[in-house]
C-alpha cells in the first residue's frame, strides 16, 4: 500500500510538473498539495483491509480537506503568475530550472506528502480495534476545531483582500483578531487530530511525525517566519499589529504599550 501511495503522488506531481514547463509557473504544486493526500487516502482506502469504521472516518475527513485546501490555493492563485519564492528559485538556477523544478518543487513535495501522509494510511491498515475509540472521537472532535479555524480563517481574509479600501492595511479583524495566523493554527490541529485517529491503532505512536513536520514548518520555516516577514515589508502597520497579537495560540489581544 504504501508503495502504490508513492508511485502515486510521484505521477501526480510529474503530471504538474509537465503542465508547469508550458506556463513558466510551478506555483501549481500548492493546488496539487491538498490532492495528493484525497488521491493517498482513497487509494490506501481501496487497497488496505483495516476496520472500514476507521477507514471511513480517516477518508471522508481528509478529502474534506484536501479539497477544500486545493479550491481556496487555486482561487487564490489564479492569475497571479509564480508565487515569488519559486520565481527566486527560477531566477537562481536561470535556464536548467524547468528539470531542477522537477526535482526541487515537485517530486520534493511528493516525498514530503507521502511521509506526512503515513498517517492517514496507517489507521486504514489495522484491523484492530475493530471499532471506533475514544481517541478516534477525541482525533475527529480535534480536526473538526482545526478544520473550522482554517476554514473561516481563510474566508475572512479572503474577504478582506478582496476589498480595495483595505489596501496596504493589516487583517486584524475576526479570528485574525486573537492570533496573527489563525489558519495555521487550524491547520496543525487537523493533523493533530488525525495523528490522535492513528493512535488508536497498534502502531500509531510512529505516526507522530506528521503532524510535528506539519508544526515546525508552519512556526520554523515557510509558515509564520516567511509569512510575517513578507508582510512587515508590505504593510506598516503590521508591527504593532505583532505587538498586541499572539502569533500562533489564539487570545485575547494585549493592550498597547504591554
Known amino acids: 500500500v504504501l508503495g502504490w501511495n508513492l508511485v502515486a503522488v510521484l505521477i501526480l506531481m510529474t503530471i504538474g510538473w509537465l503542465i508547469s514547463l508550458p506556463a513558466r509557473n510551478v506555483t501549481v504544486v500548492d493546488s496539487l498539495w491538498g490532492l495528493g493526500f484525497v488521491l493517498t487516502v482513497w487509494l490506501t482506502f481501496v487497497l488496505a483491509e483495516g476496520f472500514s469504521g476507521r477507514r471511513w472516518l480517516v477518508t471522508v475527513l481528509t478529502t474534506l480537506w484536501g479539497l477544500r485546501l486545493c479550491a481556496y490555493l487555486s482561487y487564490r492563485n489564479w492569475g497571479k503568475g509564480e508565487d515569488p519564492r519559486y520565481g527566486k528559485w527560477r531566477e537562481a ?18 516525498l514530503f506528502l507521502w511521509v506526512i501522509a503515513l498517517v492517514v494510511q496507517l489507521p486504514q491498515m489495522a484491523s484492530q480495534p475493530a471499532h471506533l475509540t475514544v481517541w ?7 480536526w473538526l476545531i482545526g478544520f473550522v479555524f482554517e476554514s473561516v480563517a481563510d474566508r475572512q481574509l479572503q474577504r478582506f483582500k478582496a476589498d480595495p479600501n483595505n489596501k496596504g492595511q493589516v487583517m486584524d ?63 506598516p502597520g503590521y508591527k504593532d499589529y505583532m505587538r498586541r497579537t499572539n502569533t500562533f495560540i489564539p487570545w485575547f489581544p494585549r493592550e498597547e504599550g504591554r
Open 136 to 142: 478516534d472521537g477525541l482525533g475527529a472532535a480535534v
Open 173 to 235: 479583524r475576526g479570528l485574525w483578531r486573537y492570533s496573527r495566523h489563525p489558519n495555521y493554527f487550524g491547520e496543525c490541529l487537523i493533523w493533530w487530530g488525525l495523528f490522535l485517529i492513528a493512535f488508536s491503532v497498534p502502531g500509531g505512536l510512529w505516526t507522530v511525525i506528521s503532524p510535528i513536520i506539519i508544526t515546525l514548518v508552519l512556526l520554523k520555516m515557510t509558515g509564520v517566519p516567511l509569512t510575517e516577514r513578507t508582510t512587515m515589508e508590505r504593510r
Open 93 to 110: 538556477s536561470g535556464d536548467n530550472f524547468w528539470i531542477v523544478s522537477l526535482f526541487k518543487v515537485f517530486w520534493l513535495q511528493a
